[in-house]
Protein backbone atom coordinates (compact mmCIF):
# COMPACT_ATOMS: atom_id res chain seq x y z
CA UNK A 1 0.00 0.00 0.00
CA UNK A 2 1.11 3.41 -0.89
CA UNK A 3 2.38 5.43 2.07
CA UNK A 4 0.30 8.96 1.69
CA UNK A 5 2.65 12.39 1.94
CA UNK A 6 1.20 15.79 2.50
CA UNK A 7 2.89 18.50 1.52
CA UNK A 8 1.72 22.24 2.79
CA UNK A 9 2.26 25.44 0.88
CA UNK A 10 1.26 28.60 1.79
CA UNK A 11 3.45 31.09 -0.43
CA UNK A 12 5.17 31.20 -4.03
CA UNK A 13 8.68 31.41 -2.55
CA UNK A 14 8.01 28.32 0.02
CA UNK A 15 6.28 26.33 -3.20
CA UNK A 16 9.25 27.06 -5.56
CA UNK A 17 11.40 25.21 -2.25
CA UNK A 18 8.66 22.48 -2.85
CA UNK A 19 9.12 21.74 -6.08
CA UNK A 20 11.83 19.40 -6.38
CA UNK A 21 10.24 17.54 -3.76
CA UNK A 22 7.10 16.81 -4.93
CA UNK A 23 8.22 16.11 -8.70
CA UNK A 24 10.32 13.52 -6.66
CA UNK A 25 7.46 11.66 -4.43
CA UNK A 26 4.96 12.46 -7.13
CA UNK A 27 6.99 9.88 -9.26
CA UNK A 28 8.14 7.34 -6.74
CA UNK A 29 5.38 3.88 -6.63
CA UNK A 30 5.46 3.76 -3.08
CA UNK A 31 4.32 7.02 -2.05
CA UNK A 32 1.24 8.94 -2.98
CA UNK A 33 1.29 12.93 -2.57
CA UNK A 34 -1.09 14.48 -1.29
CA UNK A 35 -0.80 18.64 -1.53
CA UNK A 36 -2.57 21.30 0.23
CA UNK A 37 -2.14 24.83 -0.59
CA UNK A 38 -2.91 27.99 1.52
CA UNK A 39 -2.42 31.44 2.46
CA UNK A 40 -0.92 33.88 0.17
CA UNK A 41 -1.44 31.14 -2.76
CA UNK A 42 -5.58 31.77 -2.11
CA UNK A 43 -5.34 35.45 -2.43
CA UNK A 44 -6.23 37.95 -5.17
CA UNK A 45 -3.92 40.09 -3.48
CA UNK A 46 -1.43 38.15 -4.01
CA UNK A 47 -1.35 36.75 -7.26
CA UNK A 48 -3.63 33.42 -6.56
CA UNK A 49 -0.43 31.86 -7.03
CA UNK A 50 -2.49 28.24 -6.58
CA UNK A 51 -2.74 28.75 -9.99
CA UNK A 52 1.04 28.56 -10.34
CA UNK A 53 1.22 25.12 -9.01
CA UNK A 54 -1.46 23.75 -11.04
CA UNK A 55 -0.22 24.99 -14.12
CA UNK A 56 2.91 22.93 -13.36
CA UNK A 57 0.92 20.08 -13.34
CA UNK A 58 0.54 18.95 -9.33
CA UNK A 59 -3.09 18.43 -8.15
CA UNK A 60 -4.03 20.34 -5.32
CA UNK A 61 -5.95 17.73 -2.97
CA UNK A 62 -6.81 20.58 -0.54
CA UNK A 63 -7.08 24.50 -0.06
CA UNK A 64 -7.17 25.56 3.51
CA UNK A 65 -8.72 29.77 3.44
CA UNK A 66 -7.56 31.26 6.18
CA UNK A 67 -6.42 34.74 5.30
CA UNK A 68 -8.61 37.92 7.02
CA UNK A 69 -8.27 41.00 5.07
CA UNK A 70 -6.19 42.55 8.38
CA UNK A 71 -2.75 42.24 8.25
CA UNK A 72 -2.90 43.08 11.64
CA UNK A 73 -1.47 41.18 14.83
CA UNK A 74 -4.82 40.87 15.73
CA UNK A 75 -5.72 39.61 12.18
CA UNK A 76 -2.78 37.42 11.56
CA UNK A 77 -3.52 35.85 15.01
CA UNK A 78 -7.36 35.03 13.92
CA UNK A 79 -5.70 33.72 10.76
CA UNK A 80 -3.67 31.60 12.63
CA UNK A 81 -6.71 30.23 14.38
CA UNK A 82 -8.75 29.63 11.10
CA UNK A 83 -5.76 27.66 9.94
CA UNK A 84 -5.74 25.15 12.49
CA UNK A 85 -9.41 24.36 12.34
CA UNK A 86 -9.03 24.23 8.19
CA UNK A 87 -5.95 21.74 8.88
CA UNK A 88 -7.92 19.78 11.57
CA UNK A 89 -10.30 19.44 8.73
CA UNK A 90 -8.02 18.50 6.06
CA UNK A 91 -6.00 16.07 7.94
CA UNK A 92 -9.03 13.91 9.24
CA UNK A 93 -10.10 13.81 5.54
CA UNK A 94 -7.16 13.33 3.98
CA UNK A 95 -5.21 10.53 6.76
CA UNK A 96 -1.97 11.05 5.62
CA UNK A 97 0.88 9.37 7.00
CA UNK A 98 3.29 11.89 7.19
CA UNK A 99 2.66 15.84 6.90
CA UNK A 100 5.86 17.53 5.19
CA UNK A 101 6.45 21.63 6.61
CA UNK A 102 8.94 23.78 5.37
CA UNK A 103 10.45 27.20 7.05
CA UNK A 104 8.76 29.10 9.52
CA UNK A 105 5.81 30.94 8.94
CA UNK A 106 2.82 31.31 10.81
CA UNK A 107 0.51 29.11 8.14
CA UNK A 108 3.00 26.07 8.46
CA UNK A 109 2.41 26.61 12.52
CA UNK A 110 -1.19 26.06 12.16
CA UNK A 111 -0.45 23.35 10.66
CA UNK A 112 2.04 21.70 12.63
CA UNK A 113 -0.41 22.14 15.69
CA UNK A 114 -3.10 20.59 13.86
CA UNK A 115 -0.73 17.68 13.00
CA UNK A 116 0.56 17.27 16.26
CA UNK A 117 -2.60 16.83 18.03
CA UNK A 118 -3.88 14.31 15.56
CA UNK A 119 -1.02 12.18 16.24
CA UNK A 120 -0.11 12.56 12.58
CA UNK A 121 3.93 12.87 12.28
CA UNK A 122 5.62 15.84 10.94
CA UNK A 123 8.90 16.19 8.77
CA UNK A 124 9.99 19.66 9.32
CA UNK A 125 12.42 21.08 6.36
CA UNK A 126 14.54 24.23 6.93
CA UNK A 127 14.76 23.97 10.73
CA UNK A 128 17.75 25.16 13.67
CA UNK A 129 17.85 28.31 11.24
CA UNK A 130 18.35 31.57 13.03
CA UNK A 131 16.47 34.97 12.35
CA UNK A 132 16.44 37.57 15.09
CA UNK A 133 14.24 40.04 13.50
CA UNK A 134 11.25 38.42 13.15
CA UNK A 135 8.68 36.60 14.95
CA UNK A 136 9.55 33.34 12.43
CA UNK A 137 12.52 32.57 15.01
CA UNK A 138 9.70 31.67 17.69
CA UNK A 139 7.70 29.75 15.12
CA UNK A 140 10.70 27.85 13.61
CA UNK A 141 11.73 26.33 17.02
CA UNK A 142 8.22 25.58 17.90
CA UNK A 143 7.79 23.28 14.55
CA UNK A 144 11.19 21.66 15.63
CA UNK A 145 9.54 20.56 19.27
CA UNK A 146 6.62 19.29 17.08
CA UNK A 147 8.03 17.43 14.17
CA UNK A 148 9.60 14.38 14.10
CA UNK A 149 11.91 14.22 11.44
CA UNK A 150 14.43 17.30 10.73
CA UNK A 151 15.80 18.23 7.65
CA UNK A 152 18.29 21.50 7.87
CA UNK A 153 20.00 23.13 5.37
CA UNK A 154 23.72 23.36 7.32
CA UNK A 155 25.74 22.02 9.82
CA UNK A 156 25.18 24.91 12.45
CA UNK A 157 21.55 24.55 12.27
CA UNK A 158 21.89 20.85 12.93
CA UNK A 159 23.37 21.77 16.20
CA UNK A 160 20.98 23.52 17.47
CA UNK A 161 18.26 21.83 16.81
CA UNK A 162 20.67 18.96 18.87
CA UNK A 163 20.65 21.46 21.56
CA UNK A 164 17.00 21.59 21.41
CA UNK A 165 17.05 17.66 22.92
CA UNK A 166 15.90 16.50 19.65
CA UNK A 167 17.01 13.02 18.28
CA UNK A 168 20.17 13.16 17.16
CA UNK A 169 18.88 9.61 14.60
CA UNK A 170 16.63 11.82 13.25
CA UNK A 171 18.09 15.02 12.73
CA UNK A 172 19.79 15.58 8.78
CA UNK A 173 21.60 17.76 7.10
CA UNK A 174 20.52 17.94 3.89
CA UNK A 175 21.59 21.22 2.45
CA UNK A 176 18.46 23.39 1.06
CA UNK A 177 16.19 22.96 -1.34
CA UNK A 178 16.08 26.02 -3.36
CA UNK A 179 19.58 25.06 -4.76
CA UNK A 180 17.41 22.17 -6.18
CA UNK A 181 15.16 24.46 -7.88
CA UNK A 182 17.41 26.89 -9.33
CA UNK A 183 19.21 24.18 -11.06
CA UNK A 184 16.77 22.67 -12.27
CA UNK A 185 15.21 25.85 -14.28
CA UNK A 186 16.27 27.01 -17.83
CA UNK A 187 17.19 30.87 -17.81
CA UNK A 188 15.76 33.66 -20.03
CA UNK A 189 17.50 36.38 -22.16
CA UNK A 190 17.50 39.55 -20.89
CA UNK A 191 15.50 40.53 -24.11
CA UNK A 192 12.79 37.72 -23.64
CA UNK A 193 12.64 39.04 -19.91
CA UNK A 194 11.91 42.28 -21.48
CA UNK A 195 9.48 41.02 -23.31
CA UNK A 196 8.04 38.76 -20.82
CA UNK A 197 8.25 41.74 -18.18
CA UNK A 198 7.11 43.95 -20.25
CA UNK A 199 10.10 46.52 -18.25
CA UNK A 200 13.28 47.89 -20.21
CA UNK A 201 16.88 47.36 -18.06
CA UNK A 202 18.81 50.34 -17.59
CA UNK A 203 22.46 50.48 -16.96
CA UNK A 204 22.47 49.42 -13.78
CA UNK A 205 19.55 47.13 -12.08
CA UNK A 206 18.37 45.48 -9.05
CA UNK A 207 16.09 42.88 -7.83
CA UNK A 208 14.41 44.22 -4.90
CA UNK A 209 11.97 42.16 -2.40
CA UNK A 210 11.56 43.87 1.30
CA UNK A 211 8.99 41.86 3.62
CA UNK A 212 7.72 43.33 6.70
CA UNK A 213 9.83 42.80 10.15
CA UNK A 214 7.25 41.58 12.87
CA UNK A 215 10.12 41.97 15.91
CA UNK A 216 11.75 45.63 15.11
CA UNK A 217 11.26 49.00 17.52
CA UNK A 218 11.00 50.72 14.14
CA UNK A 219 8.26 50.13 12.25
CA UNK A 220 8.15 48.07 8.69
CA UNK A 221 7.06 50.77 7.07
CA UNK A 222 9.86 53.34 8.22
CA UNK A 223 12.35 50.90 7.66
CA UNK A 224 10.75 50.45 3.77
CA UNK A 225 10.64 54.35 3.38
CA UNK A 226 14.38 54.75 3.90
CA UNK A 227 14.93 51.91 1.29
CA UNK A 228 12.77 54.09 -0.76
CA UNK A 229 14.76 57.27 -0.33
CA UNK A 230 17.62 55.31 -1.12
CA UNK A 231 16.46 53.95 -4.34
CA UNK A 232 15.25 57.45 -5.44
CA UNK A 233 18.21 58.99 -4.89
CA UNK A 234 20.11 56.80 -7.82
CA UNK A 235 18.18 58.27 -10.26
CA UNK A 236 16.42 57.13 -13.52
CA UNK A 237 19.56 54.87 -14.53
CA UNK A 238 18.82 52.12 -11.94
CA UNK A 239 16.34 50.05 -13.10
CA UNK A 240 13.98 48.69 -9.82
CA UNK A 241 12.23 45.21 -10.03
CA UNK A 242 10.08 44.57 -6.73
CA UNK A 243 8.38 41.63 -5.70
CA UNK A 244 5.19 42.24 -3.41
CA UNK A 245 6.16 41.37 0.02
CA UNK A 246 4.78 38.28 2.30
CA UNK A 247 1.33 38.62 3.92
CA UNK A 248 2.81 39.43 7.07
CA UNK A 249 1.75 42.22 9.49
CA UNK A 250 2.22 45.58 7.97
CA UNK A 251 2.53 43.93 4.75
CA UNK A 252 -0.86 45.99 2.94
CA UNK A 253 1.36 49.54 4.63
CA UNK A 254 4.42 48.40 2.47
CA UNK A 255 2.42 47.76 -0.81
CA UNK A 256 0.62 51.04 -0.64
CA UNK A 257 4.20 52.99 0.06
CA UNK A 258 5.67 51.10 -2.99
CA UNK A 259 2.50 51.69 -5.40
CA UNK A 260 3.18 55.58 -4.56
CA UNK A 261 6.43 55.12 -5.58
CA UNK A 262 5.91 53.65 -8.63
CA UNK A 263 3.88 57.16 -9.51
CA UNK A 264 7.18 58.47 -9.48
CA UNK A 265 9.23 56.49 -10.73
CA UNK A 266 8.85 55.13 -14.42
CA UNK A 267 12.12 53.08 -14.01
CA UNK A 268 10.44 51.07 -11.44
CA UNK A 269 7.82 47.86 -11.89
CA UNK A 270 6.51 45.71 -9.27
CA UNK A 271 5.26 42.25 -9.54
CA UNK A 272 2.96 40.45 -7.37
CA UNK A 273 4.46 36.92 -8.43
CA UNK A 274 7.41 36.51 -10.92
CA UNK A 275 7.35 32.58 -11.32
CA UNK A 276 10.27 30.98 -10.45
CA UNK A 277 12.01 30.50 -14.09
CA UNK A 278 11.64 34.88 -14.39
CA UNK A 279 12.82 35.23 -11.12
CA UNK A 280 16.38 33.69 -11.53
CA UNK A 281 16.84 34.60 -14.72
CA UNK A 282 16.35 38.18 -13.12
CA UNK A 283 19.17 37.19 -10.84
CA UNK A 284 20.93 36.22 -13.94
CA UNK A 285 20.43 39.64 -15.70
CA UNK A 286 20.32 41.94 -12.60
CA UNK A 287 23.46 43.58 -10.90
CA UNK A 288 22.40 43.30 -7.10
CA UNK A 289 19.84 41.93 -5.09
CA UNK A 290 18.20 44.63 -2.20
CA UNK A 291 15.82 43.63 0.89
CA UNK A 292 15.23 41.16 3.56
CA UNK A 293 14.23 37.91 2.12
CA UNK A 294 16.16 34.79 2.56
CA UNK A 295 16.16 34.06 -1.33
CA UNK A 296 19.56 36.67 -1.10
CA UNK A 297 20.72 34.23 1.75
CA UNK A 298 19.93 30.89 0.31
CA UNK A 299 20.09 31.14 -3.62
CA UNK A 300 21.59 34.36 -4.91
CA UNK A 301 25.33 33.74 -3.63
CA UNK A 302 24.89 30.84 -5.89
CA UNK A 303 24.31 33.26 -8.97
CA UNK A 304 27.78 35.27 -7.74
CA UNK A 305 25.67 38.32 -7.58
CA UNK A 306 25.57 40.10 -4.78
CA UNK A 307 22.89 40.68 -2.00
CA UNK A 308 22.57 43.51 0.10
CA UNK A 309 20.22 42.13 3.22
CA UNK A 310 18.92 45.24 5.07
CA UNK A 311 17.97 45.08 8.81
CA UNK A 312 18.49 42.30 11.42
CA UNK A 313 15.02 40.05 9.63
CA UNK A 314 17.56 37.65 8.60
CA UNK A 315 20.12 38.40 11.52
CA UNK A 316 22.11 34.81 12.69
CA UNK A 317 21.76 32.67 9.43
CA UNK A 318 24.98 31.52 7.85
CA UNK A 319 26.50 34.37 4.92
CA UNK A 320 28.43 34.06 2.06
CA UNK A 321 30.79 36.66 1.34
CA UNK A 322 28.71 37.96 -1.48
CA UNK A 323 26.10 39.32 1.11
CA UNK A 324 26.40 42.76 2.57
CA UNK A 325 24.22 43.18 5.66
CA UNK A 326 23.40 46.88 6.50
CA UNK A 327 20.96 49.01 9.06
CA UNK A 328 17.62 49.76 7.50
CA UNK A 329 18.99 53.84 7.28
CA UNK A 330 18.93 55.11 3.69
CA UNK A 331 22.80 56.05 3.80
CA UNK A 332 23.53 52.88 4.78
CA UNK A 333 21.63 51.14 2.61
CA UNK A 334 22.77 53.53 -0.53
CA UNK A 335 26.59 52.46 0.46
CA UNK A 336 26.02 48.83 0.67
CA UNK A 337 24.35 49.08 -2.79
CA UNK A 338 27.61 51.04 -4.35
CA UNK A 339 30.03 48.71 -2.48
CA UNK A 340 27.67 45.74 -4.42
CA UNK A 341 28.02 46.94 -7.33
CA UNK A 342 32.18 47.28 -7.09
CA UNK A 343 32.18 43.75 -5.88
CA UNK A 344 33.65 40.74 -7.77
CA UNK A 345 31.64 37.61 -6.38
CA UNK A 346 33.17 35.19 -8.93
CA UNK A 347 34.39 33.42 -6.02
CA UNK A 348 31.65 33.31 -3.76
CA UNK A 349 30.73 30.18 -2.24
CA UNK A 350 27.23 29.08 -1.85
CA UNK A 351 27.09 27.50 2.11
CA UNK A 352 24.06 25.58 1.36
CA UNK A 353 24.84 22.76 -0.49
CA UNK A 354 24.92 21.95 -4.03
CA UNK A 355 21.40 20.79 -5.15
CA UNK A 356 20.70 17.21 -4.35
CA UNK A 357 18.88 17.97 -1.52
CA UNK A 358 15.29 16.15 -2.89
CA UNK A 359 17.67 12.78 -3.51
CA UNK A 360 18.88 13.07 0.10
CA UNK A 361 15.52 13.73 1.67
CA UNK A 362 13.90 10.62 -0.46
CA UNK A 363 16.33 8.30 0.51
CA UNK A 364 15.43 9.01 4.31
CA UNK A 365 11.99 9.21 3.65
CA UNK A 366 11.94 5.63 1.92
CA UNK A 367 14.49 4.18 4.49
CA UNK A 368 11.71 5.13 7.45
CA UNK A 369 9.35 1.43 7.58
CA UNK A 370 7.15 3.11 9.84
CA UNK A 371 6.39 6.93 10.24
CA UNK A 372 3.92 6.74 13.69
CA UNK A 373 7.07 5.00 15.75
CA UNK A 374 8.59 8.33 15.32
CA UNK A 375 5.51 9.93 17.47
CA UNK A 376 6.83 9.72 21.27
CA UNK A 377 9.58 11.81 21.23
CA UNK A 378 12.69 11.03 24.00
CA UNK A 379 14.82 14.49 25.07
CA UNK A 380 17.89 14.11 24.16
CA UNK A 381 20.18 16.06 26.37
CA UNK A 382 24.11 17.51 25.39
CA UNK A 383 25.01 17.74 28.49
CA UNK A 384 24.53 16.16 32.23
CA UNK A 385 21.11 16.86 33.82
CA UNK A 386 21.59 17.57 37.28
CA UNK A 387 21.15 14.73 39.68
CA UNK A 388 21.99 12.40 37.02
Known amino acids: MKRKLCIVTGTRAEYGLWNPLLEAIKNEPSFQLQLV ?15 EIEQDGFQIDRKVEMLLSSDTPVGVAKSIGLAVIGFADVFDQLKPDLVLLLGDRYEILAAAQAALVAKIPVAH ?11 DEAIRHSVTKMANLHFVTNEDSAQRILQMGENPDCVYNVGSLGMDRMNSLPRLSREDLERSLNFSFRKWN ?3 TFHPVTLDAVSSSEQFLELLLALHSFGTEFGLIFTSPNADPQSRELIQLLKGFLEDHPNAALFSSLGHTRYFSLIQQTDAVVGNSSSGIYEVPSFHKPTVNIGDRQKGRLLAASVINCAPQRNEIRSAIKQALSMDCSNAVNPYGEGNSAEKIMTVLKSISDYRGLLQKQFFPIYPIRGD
Do not use: N, Q
Open 206 to 208: LLI
Open 37 to 51: ATGAHLSPEFGMTYR
Open 125 to 135: IGGGDTTEGAF
